[in-house]
């Protein structure tokens, strides 16, 4: 039995962003195209096999530990930085804000997609997921605030179930605006601890 199964389910990639140097800024630069790899997309400053341990994962390796790179990508959808905008204010959000890699339309509860769901665009490249990326209060600070004077502040609160995902290459190949990604999920029943 395969362990995941294709859905009816498909999202269409309206953006695409690479954030060349995180020190420099969070900001992602848009692109029409790029090309994914084993370690991610080339130029990306999340790229890599592996990567520093982060905040993210203290309960299980001491910061700045050596690991695998599940982070390479930021994927959010539009559905849900339309929500985080109205609950701040904002007419829109922009993606490159956030340093996003990828952002869809066409799943507005994207956030909670399945970890280890594969996303896969009609080339074959896959990207599994990771886990849902926690808002964090940098998009605020540095994107937000400078452009909308408190407003940065709102940001984490506004993000929290709705910050997108991270996830990692499986599959190398093209990525480009305007590609639908097919969901394929796990094959398992619903987990619990009373189970």
């Not at 096999?49 to 994927?75: F, K, M, W």
């Amino acid at each position: 039995m395969p362990a995941l199964k294709p859905t009816k389910h498909s999202c269409e990639i309206v953006y695409l962003g690479v954030v060349p140097d995180r020190e420099a800024a969070l900001v992602s630069d848009p692109k029409v195209e790029v090309f994914a790899g084993f370690a991610g997309i080339d130029g990306e400053c999340h790229a890599g096999l592996t990567r520093p341990s982060c905040s993210r994962v203290l309960s299980q390796h001491a910061r700045g530990t050596e690991i695998r790179n599940a982070r390479q990508l930021s994927i959010v959808s539009a559905e849900e930085l339309e929500l985080i905008a109205a609950e701040i204010g904002l007419d829109s959000i922009d993606p490159a804000w956030l340093g996003a890699s990828i952002m869809v339309r066409g799943s507005p509860d994207f956030t909670f997609i399945p970890p280890s769901s594969r996303l896969q665009n009609e080339a074959g490249t896959t990207l599994v997921v990771d886990m849902e990326n926690r808002p964090c209060i940098f998009p605020g600070k540095e994107e937000l605030e400078p452009r909308y004077p408190g407003k940065g502040k709102m940001f984490k609160t506004a993000a929290t179930d709705r910050r997108g995902v991270t996830a990692w290459v499986e599959r190398e190949g093209p990525l480009k605006v305007g590609d639908r990604f097919t969901l394929h999920i796990p094959n398992q029943r619903h987990w619990s601890l009373e189970a």
